[in-house]
C-alpha cells in the first residue's frame, strides 16, 4: 500500500523536539517543561516553556542557542530557578512567574547546576564543582576567552593518574574537581558551601522543616574501589552529618516523607552484581532500619527504556502522596514503562501502563493528579495530564508538523518460545509503503547494556532503517531489563551462549511466520553491548550479507584496562578479572574468531568513547584487514559512547547516513 506521506529522513533529527521535565506549579493551575531542538548552527537548545492547565497554548520563557533546564518553583510558586548555559558555563538563574527577565544567580567559575529549594523557600542548594582549597564566596565566573585559555593551559600539562576512577565517558579525564553542595540564602543573598569532603556529592532532597539535607556519597577508605553510595544527612544549624547506611549498598533518587520521619528510595545490594534490581526502600530517619518495600516484586525500578530521541532532566519517583501513606514511580516492565503506586505495606498498584513509554512524571498533591511524559513508537512525546479518577488527557501537540509530513511505521508485537524456554518479546517494523507480495531486505537490531530494554518508544533509528526498504527486527534476548530478576541474570558467565542462540532463534522466528521477509538479504546491527553481540554473529554465522558493529567490544583482555568501568564490569558480567582466567576472557572475545567473519562488516566507533575505547575497534579492524576481509571503520571526531543518544547532531546524522550506505550496498 502505496503511503502518501513521506518517508523519514536522517536528517529528521533536526525536525524533532524532544520534551522533557514537567513539573507542576505549586498551585496546580500550570506547569512547566523542556523543549530540546537542533538549531541553525546544527547545535542543541532547550527552550522553557510555560502553559496553563485551563487552555493548550504554552508560552515559551527563555530564547536563544542556550540550554536551560532543571527549573523548580520556590513553594510559593512566585518565582522560579533553573539552569542556564546562555553566559558560556551553567549557571543559575532566577525568573518571575509574573513575567520579566530573568536574573543570574550564580557566577561561579566551573559553574553550578540542579538547583532544588528548601521547603520553606528561604534557600535554593545546588551542586558546584570545587578544588580543594577553593573559596565559593570569591570565586568569579571566566570570560570565554579565560576558559579557552584555562583550557589550552590545560591540555600542554602532563596528566597524572594516581586513582582507580580517572575517567568517565561523561566527563572524560578527571580533574581534582569535587561535586559539593551549596545554599543560597534568599534573606541574606549569601552562599554557603555546605560539604567539603574530598568526594562527590550527590544533594538528594531537604527536610519538611527545612533543618536537614540528605545527600548521598561514599566516604569509604576504599570509595576508589567501590560502587558503593550511602544516605547521609547534614544538620543545617550545627553542620553536623549522619551516616543512615552501611556503605555495602547504592542508594538514589531519595525523598523525604512530608513529616520527615521516613526516607523512600531507590537502592540495591549488589545481590546480582551489575544485573540487580533496583529496589523501593523506606529508611527510618532516627534509627536508620531499612525497610524494602519491594521485596516480594519482580520489576526494575525507574525507566530503562533504549531509544534515540530522550534529552533532559526526568523525574522517575519516588515521590511522596500529601498524606505520606503512598509512593509514586515509574517503572520498567515488559517492554513499557508505566506509573505505580505503592502502600507503605509493600502493595503494588498500577496507576498508568499502555503499550508506551512513561519517561517522567510530576506529582500534585492537593488534586492527586500527574502529569505525565509520554513516547510512544508513532509518536516521539508529548504530556498527559493524569486525574485522580485516572482518567488521561493530552495537554501538548508536539511535533505535529513533522508528524503530518513523514510516515511511521507502527510496529508489530510479537513474542516467541526459545529452544531452552525462555519467552522473548520483540517488535517488527515493516518497510514504507509495504507491499505483502514483495520480498524485502531484514535488519536485526541488538541493545546495549545488557541490562537495558528494547520496547513501545519512538526510536529513529529504526523508523529510518523501515524508510529505506528494510523488515527491522529489536528483540530483548535474555539478560534485558522488564522480564524480573532470573531474566536479566541470565546472561551474567553466559556472553555468546543463550543470548546468541535468543538472537538467532529470533531471526529463525521471523523467517518462518513473515514470507516477505527475504532470507537471502539479511543484515545486523547493534551497538555497545549489542557492538560486541554483532561482532559475536558474524564470527559465528555467515547467514548476514552485511554487518554494522557500533561502539563495539572485541576483546575483553583489553576491555578490563582501558574502559572506565572495566575494572567491575568485567568481573560483574564474566565473574572473574583480567588475572582470574585471561583465557576464558579470550574464548568469549570476538576478535579470537576474526578468522571466522566472511560478512562484509562496517566498524563505526567514536574516538573520545571512554566506556569502550576505541581500540576495540582498531583491534578488529586491523586483524580483519590484514587478513583481506571486507571491512571498513570510519572513526567520529570526539565522539563518547553517547554518540548515538546525545552526541554531536552531525555526527549522529553521519552515523545513520553510513549505516543506510552499507545495508544499502551489500543487502
Not at 248 to 275: L, M, Q
Amino acid at each position: 500500500m502505496v503511503d502518501s506521506k513521506r518517508p523519514i529522513y536522517s536528517e529528521d533529527l533536526k525536525n524533532i523536539a524532544v520534551y522533557s521535565n514537567p513539573q507542576y506549579t505549586p498551585d496546580g493551575k500550570a506547569f512547566t517543561y523542556v523543549s530540546t531542538t537542533i538549531n541553525e548552527e546544527n547545535k542543541y537548545q532547550s527552550q522553557l516553556y510555560f502553559q496553563r492547565l485551563d487552555n493548550n497554548e504554552a508560552v515559551q520563557w527563555t530564547f536563544g542557542s542556550a540550554k536551560n533546564d532543571n527549573l523548580h518553583f520556590s513553594p510559593d510558586g512566585k518565582i522560579a530557578v533553573f539552569q542556564s548555559t546562555r553566559s558560556g558555563i551553567s549557571q543559575l538563574y532566577l525568573i518571575n512567574k509574573a513575567g520579566g527577565e530573568a536574573k543570574q544567580l550564580t557566577t561561579l567559575k566551573h559553574g553550578a547546576y540542579r538547583p532544588a529549594w528548601s521547603k520553606d523557600g528561604k534557600s535554593i542548594f545546588f551542586h558546584a564543582s570545587l578544588d580543594k582549597g577553593e573559596n565559593i564566596e570569591s570565586q568569579k565566573e571566566l570570560s570565554a576567552e579565560e576558559r579557552q585559555k584555562e583550557k589550552d593551559n590545560d591540555a600542554n600539562q602532563p596528566l597524572i593518574v594516581n586513582r582507580l576512577k580517572y575517567k568517565s565517558d561523561t566527563n572524560g579525564f578527571h580533574d581534582h574537581k569535587k561535586t559539593q553542595i551549596i545554599q543560597y540564602s534568599l534573606e541574606t543573598k549569601v552562599f554557603t558551601q555546605l560539604t567539603t569532603e574530598n568526594e562527590d556529592h550527590s544533594f538528594q532532597d531537604s527536610s519538611p522543616d527545612s533543618s536537614l539535607i540528605l545527600f548521598t556519597a561514599n566516604f569509604n577508605a576504599d570509595a576508589d574501589y567501590e560502587r558503593y553510595s550511602d544516605l547521609f544527612t547534614l544538620n543545617l544549624k550545627t553542620r553536623e552529618v549522619t551516616k543512615l547506611t552501611n556503605g555495602k549498598s547504592s542508594y538514589y533518587n531519595a525523598a523525604f516523607s512530608p513529616c520527615g520521619n521516613k526516607i523512600a528510595c531507590f537502592g540495591h545490594d549488589f545481590e546480582y552484581s551489575t544485573a540487580t534490581l533496583s529496589k523501593l526502600f523506606l529508611i527510618d530517619v532516627a534509627t536508620g532500619n531499612r525497610t524494602a518495600l519491594s521485596k516480594d516484586w519482580d520489576i526494575q525500578l525507574g525507566d530503562v527504556m533504549v531509544g534515540d530521541t530522550r534529552l533532559g532532566a526526568a523525574t522517575t519517583g519516588p515521590i511522596w502522596s500529601a498524606d505520606g501513606k503512598r509512593l509514586f514511580f515509574i517503572a520498567t516492565d515488559y517492554g513499557a514503562t508505566g506509573l505505580y503506586q505503592a502502600t507503605m505495606d509493600g502493595n503494588l498498584k498500577v496507576l498508568y501502563k499502555n503499550n508506551n513509554h512513561v519517561f517522567s512524571f510530576t506529582y500534585q498533591p492537593e488534586a492527586d493528579s500527574f502529569i505525565l511524559g509520554i513516547s510512544t513508537p508513532a509518536n516521539p512525546c508529548n504530556f498527559y495530564q493524569l486525574n485522580k479518577k485516572l482518567q488521561l488527557e493530552r495537554l501538548t501537540n508536539a511535533n505535529e508538523d513533522f508528524l503530518q509530513e513523514a510516515a511511521i511505521s507502527e510496529p508489530e508485537t510479537l513474542t516467541f518460545t526459545t529452544k531452552d524456554g525462555l519467552e522473548i518479546q520483540g517488535w517488527l517494523l515493516r518497510p514504507h509503503d509495504f507491499d505483502e507480495t514483495k520480498k524485502y531486505p531484514f535488519i536485526l537490531e541488538i541493545h546495549g547494556g545488557p541490562h537495558m530494554m528494547y520496547g513501545q518508544t519512538f526510536f529513529h533509528e529504526m523508523q529510518l532503517l523501515a524508510a529505506k526498504g528494510y523488515v527491522v527486527l529489536y528483540t530483548n534476548p535474555r539478560g534485558s531489563h522488564g522480564y524480573g530478576q532470573e531474566f536479566v541474570d541470565a546472561v551474567r558467565h553466559n556472553y555468546g551462549e543463550g543470548d546468541y542462540t535468543d538472537l538467532m532463534d529470533a531471526v529463525d522466528y521471523v523467517l518462518e511466520n513473515y514470507s516477505f521477509i527475504d532470507e537471502t538479504r539479511l543484515g545486523v546491527t547493534g551497538g555497545s553491548y549489542g557492538g560486541f553481540m554483532t561482532n559475536w554473529i558474524v564470527g559465528h554465522t555467515n547467514r548476514f550479507k552485511a554487518a554494522v558493529t557500533q561502539r563495539s567490544i572485541s576483546n575483553w583482555l583489553s576491555f578490563y584496562g582501558v574502559s572506565d568501568i572495566g575494572y567491575f564490569f568485567t568481573k560483574g558480567e564474566h565473574g572473574l578479572n583480567l588475572l582470574d582466567n585471561p583465557t576464558k576472557l579470550w574464548d568469549i572475545s570476538p576478535l579470537k574468531y576474526a578468522n571466522n567473519i566472511e560478512t562484509p562488516l562496517l566498524i563505526l566507533h567514536g574516538e573520545h568513547d571512554y566506556r569502550c575505547p576505541i581500540e576495540q575497534a582498531e583491534q578488529l579492524f586491523i586483524t580483519l584487514k590484514h587478513l583481506r576481509k571486507e571491512v571498513e571503520f570510519v572513526r567520529f571526531p570526539d565522539a563518547t559512547h553517547e554518540l548515538s543518544r546525545s552526541g554531536d547532531p552531525l555526527m549522529r546524522i553521519a552515523r545513520l547516513n553510513q549505516i543506510c550506505r552499507w545495508f544499502e550496498e551489500y543487502l
